[in-house]
């Protein structure tokens, strides 16, 4: 069965050249769905016959954004961290412990229900792709257990028992722990490993072997890294090439030289600076030098509850000096390398039909209009997401205003 998405007033493919300004845009498009890949895309007025069609009504078309640094396994919430660090109460890293005890505590069946409620959010948020971390077990059964639920909703699932120090372990041991029992229990489990490397986490020598022990066992890498300060997490990712060095809010000059000079994908995730009334990154510097930038939510109840990646969008205009364009490519395609994946975060011939359906002509009202829900279609493999008919809701935009 072939599916033809006609009336595509702008289909942002994100398949052209890297520093175009609009990249592989085509007005008055269409698109082909075969088998839940891209079969055909090109002008509207070429397209093929195929077994049926939805017209879009002259929406904008993007690839589904790339979400690659969530944490969604965990019960509870931190409303009133929050609240008092808006009131003046500065974050740090040790309110995870109070997510550990809830985690702990919460049945398979709640935190399986928590996370497919957070995936379905990222999906309504135009996210067809997610990672997902573990983090908030912090014991070798609860740790299992993130990992294994994780995997029943994604593919890109990370092991981060090296989070924090849980209370009242002593240091070495949880380093051995993590290294040892707790990633032979999750690294069947996941495809990566991750590590907090920051003061009040880990440091650069107990990140590095965090993250070579996980190699060992056939994960690979991604680092928290430069988020509270400039530490050697950068360094440290590109060392060892991991796929993504993410937060990057305290970078050196030669940490952006060294990310220009790799294939460590600087993943920025503003919605954490938003919400914890941070300086963000600086965007600017890392897009001029010509390292890749990937957006994602990291989504977390702590940092940063947020599923929303046309917020995240909003913000990396109006706050990093993204352009439109460079926001969404990020969003999309730089998630996409940030997870070393090919398939996804583009719209070509060949790649996974994951696209969103924006109720506006252009994704610049992703910016332009910050906080509007304007995902008003979201096709994961070829099929409308969560929705009956043509995978659309609300009116065309034909109408006068
Ligand atoms: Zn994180």
């Known amino acids: ?60 078309v993007l690839p589904g954004f790339v979400d690659s640094h969530a944490h969604l396994v965990f019960a509870g919430d931190r409303a009133e961290e929050f609240a008092a660090r ?30 497919a409620r957070l995936a379905a959010e990222l999906h309504a948020a135009g996210v067809t792709t997610f990672e997902c971390k573990s983090g908030y077990g912090l014991d070798v059964a609860t740790e299992q257990r993130s990992v294994r639920l994780a995997a029943e909703q994604t593919s890109e699932v990370s092991f981060l028992g090296a989070h924090v120090v849980p209370a009242g372990v002593d240091r070495g041991d949880y380093l051995d722990l993590v290294c040892g029992p707790m990633l032979d229990a999750c690294a069947p489990h996941a495809r990566w490993v991750d590590v907090f490397c920051e003061q009040g986490a880990f440091d650069v020598a107990e990140s590095r072997a965090v993250l070579r022990a996980g190699m060992a066992a056939g994960l690979q890498p991604r680092l928290h890294a430069n988020q509270l300060t400039a530490g050697g997490g950068v360094a440290l990712a590109v060392e060892l090439d991991a796929a993504s060095a993410d937060h990057c809010t305290h970078l050196s000059a030669a940490d952006i030289d060294a990310l220009a000079g790799s294939s460590t994908v600087a993943t920025l995730l503003p919605l954490v600076e938003f919400s914890t009334r941070s300086p963000y990154p600086d965007a600017r510097g890392l897009l001029d030098a010509g390292a890749t930038v990937a957006l994602a939510t990291d989504c977390n109840p702590g940092s940063g509850y947020s599923t929303s990646m046309p917020l995240a969008i909003a913000l990396a205009v109006r706050e990093m000096r993204m352009t439109p364009a460079e926001a969404v490519r990020a969003a ?70």
């Open 1 to 60: 069965m072939s599916l033809l998405l006609t009336g595509i007033g702008l289909l942002a493919t994100q398949a052209g050249p890297e520093n175009s300004e609009s990249p592989g845009e085509i007005a008055d498009a269409a698109l082909v769905i075969e088998d839940g890949l891209l079969a055909w895309i090109g002008p509207a007025a070429q397209a093929p016959a195929a077994d049926s069609m939805v017209d879009v009504g002259g929406r904008c």
């Open 332 to 401: 999309t395609a730089g998630g996409a390398q940030a997870l070393r994946r090919d398939d996804i975060g583009r719209l070509a011939v060949g790649l996974r039909a994951d696209l969103v359906v924006l109720d506006a002509p252009s994704y610049l009202h992703l910016a332009y209009r910050p906080g509007v829900p304007l995902i008003s279609g979201v096709w994961i493999g070829g099929k409308a997401w969560g929705l009956t008919g043509d995978g659309l809701t609300g009116g065309g935009l034909a109408g006068g205003g």
């Open 86 to 115: 808006m009131s003046g109460t500065p974050y740090s890293a040790g309110g995870i412990r109070s997510t550990v005890a809830a985690t702990r505590a919460a049945t398979d069946e709640q935190l399986g229900a928590n996370l």
